[in-house]
Every structure is written in C-alpha cells, then in structure tokens.
C-alpha cells in the first residue's frame, strides 16, 4: 500500500509507515535526514496558505497513492471532496475536538473530568490558564494573575481553570466500532533543560506507571469512543490529588509514537491504517505497559542557528532523530532535533535524555 503523509514535520509518520511495510511519500516542512532516509518519494514546502495551495501540490507532483495521511497542522483539511482517499477523522470532528472551548462543553455534556472554562466577566479565582482556542504544543500557555492580565482576550484566546497536576497521556487506536489503549505516557512539560517556556511540551517517557493507569485507559477509552474517533488518537491528562482530570484529545497521531512503539512492540503507524478497516491490535493483558522504558527529548534553539559540518558531526555522535541537514538554518526557538534514549527504568532513560541535552545545548 502506498501512502502519502502530508503534515510540517512528518519523519517519524514515514519511518513508522516504513518500519511497517508500507510505500511512504512524504510532503514535508522540515526535511531532516531521516527522513529523507526513511521517505520513498519526498518534497519539500515552506508554507502552505490553503487549502487550494495544498491541492496544486498535489496535482503538480501527480503522485500515485492509495492514501493519505495528514499530519500536525493538516488535519482539518478536506481533502475526501477532492476525490482523495484519507486515513484521518473527518475534518469538521477534527476542528470540533481541537477547538477547545466546544472541547471543555463536550466533556462536560459527556460526564468527564475536565478544566472548567470561563467568560471573562464570570467571577473566578487566579491564576487562571490563558491558551489560545486552537494551538498546540503549549508554548503559547500562560498564567494570568489578575484582571488586568486576561483584559485582551478575545474570541482567540481560551480562559481555563488552572489545575496542577502530573501530565500523562493515554495512545488509543480506535475502529468505528470498539477502541483499546496501548500505551500510558508521562509527558516532559515545562522541563527546564529542555525549555524556557513553562507549559510547553518538550517530550515524553513511555510507559508512565501510576496507581491511575488502569483508570486512565478507561477514560481514554470512553473519551474516543463517545467521540467517535478512528485510528490513533492520544487523551492528555493532569494526575491531580483527586485523580486524572481530561485536558484535550489530539484526534491525530501523537508525538509518542516512536517511544509507544518501542515499548509495546506494536506498529502504531499500521495500527492506524487497518483500524479504517475495522481492525484493532491485540493487548497482551498481562504486559499492557511492555517492557522497559523509552524517552524523547526535543531541543529548541535558544538562539538563532545555522547547522554547519562541524555541529552535524557533533549531533551525529549522539542518540538523536529529526536529524538536520548541514546548512538548515534554524530560527531561536524552534526545534532542533529530538534525543531518544532506553532502558530498563524511568530514571535511566531521564539520565540519558537529561545528558545528551546538555552535550548538545554546549555543542550548539
């Protein structure tokens, strides 16, 4: 089968599609190295302004595919009107779960723990979570402490509740019918040695044991279901004192895909794609987190950055993927390439993530 993934930074979609067997084309932002590895035909684009825009390129390449699959930032384009066969949930679902005002009043007609959302003339207590409706990463997050802090919200900007919390996430592979969770994850947010930005997602640990795992997949679970989601789909949790509380649903593949594959020996990219078909992988009940650990780290840039021979053959001595090409220019806080590292426990694989950061931040 051959697949198109389309999306800003698709390199472990197409290595994923390859590790399964599949034909992978890819159309892509970035263009790291393993990627291009990984890719059986790929192009490159610097923005796409629409939807019309996405459909020249495609007409222009005039590939032949049997699918796509559309990646971070494509996920609301509709690209079935066209013709195309897509392995996604439906554009209008996607919009709908990914804007999260209609989010929170979804979770809250469904009966799930959730972060209650304010208008900025209610009566509440601070700090409040001030986020944009759409976005992701959290880099854009930020507390408020005061009404003069929340005065220019407008109809872009979201004001939450704020909850502390430890953030997980739970991976779902879902079919029209029926879903299962694969995989519990401690997501790395706001980590200092990753990040300057407070909430901003830096990564992940796979598997995240806590007495709320079994609790979590449940939610998750029903969360997918209710919603009606297909393929890989991934809940975003804070573990509060008073248990798991559901912040947002990516209704698209997640960045723990490299890590959920390596420890639960399932092919989350091939998951995906038969789950459209109505096929679900099997759990081993006995070995629902897998065995060891795995860890991904992403480096930002903390200043502006142009990758030359010498910090290649630098980063090329350490575990890393999204690898940059030599001459990649990248700007000061945007990613430069993700550290991934094993081992038989958490703090293992935090070591190694924790040290292979700090070579590379020096290195850079």
């Known amino acids: 089968m051959k697949i198109m993934v389309i999306g800003y930074s698709t390199r472990y979609l197409v290595c994923a599609g390859k590790r399964a067997g599949y ?32 459909l020249s390129i495609l007409d222009r390449l005039n590939w032949d595919f049997d699918a796509i699959i559309l990646g971070a930032g494509f996920e ?37 723990p959730h972060p209650r959302v304010y208008d900025i003339d209610d009566d509440f207590k601070y700090p409040v979570m ?17 009404r003069e802090e929340i005065s220019g919200c407008g109809d872009d900007l979201l004001i939450q509740e704020y909850i502390e919390g430890i953030p997980a996430s739970v991976s779902v592979i879902a079919t ?34 806590s007495e709320y795992d079994c609790e979590m997949r449940e939610i998750a ?36 895909l490299d890590t959920v594959e390596h420890v639960s020996k399932i092919g989350v990219f091939d998951a995906h794609v ?21 860890g991904k780290a992403i480096i930002f840039a903390e200043h502006d950055l142009t990758i030359d021979e010498a910090i290649s053959k630098r980063l ?16 000061a806080g945007d990613p430069v390439t993700t550290v991934f590292c094993t081992g038989r426990t958490r703090e293992q694989v935090l070591d190694g993530l924790k040290a292979a950061a700090w070579r590379i931040r020096r290195s850079v």
């Open 23 to 54: 034909t992978v084309y890819s159309l892509d932002h970035f263009g790291d190295v393993d990627l291009l590895r990984c890719a059986d035909k790929y192009t490159c684009f610097d923005e796409i302004a629409d939807d019309d825009e996405l």
């Open 76 to 112: 609301y384009v509709d690209l079935e009107r066209e013709g195309y066969r897509v392995l996604n949930n439906p554009p209008d679902i996607a919009r709908s779960i990914g804007n999260k005002k209609s989010f929170a009043w979804e979770m809250d007609a469904l009966g799930f």
């Open 130 to 146: 001030v986020k944009p409706v759409y976005g992701v990463g959290g880099i854009e997050n930020r507390l408020a402490y005061s």
């Open 176 to 209: 029209h019918e029926d879903a299962v969770a694969i995989a519990v994850n401690e997501q790395l947010i706001g980590m200092p040695w990753l990040s300057t930005h407070r909430f901003a997602y830096s990564g992940n640990v796979t598997p995240f044991r």
């Open 221 to 256: 679970v029903q969360v997918v279901k209710r919603l009606g989601l297909v393929g890989s789909n991934g809940v975003d949790f804070l573990i509060t004192d008073k248990g798991p509380v559901v912040i947002e649903v990516n209704a698209r593949f997640q960045g723990t």
């Open 274 to 294: 038969k789950a459209f078909s109505g096929e679900l992988p099997e759990i081993d009940p006995d070995n629902e987190s897998g065995t060891g650990f795995a």
């Open 316 to 331: 090329a001595r350490e575990p890393i993927r999204d690898i940059p090409e030599v001459g990649c220019k990248i700007p």
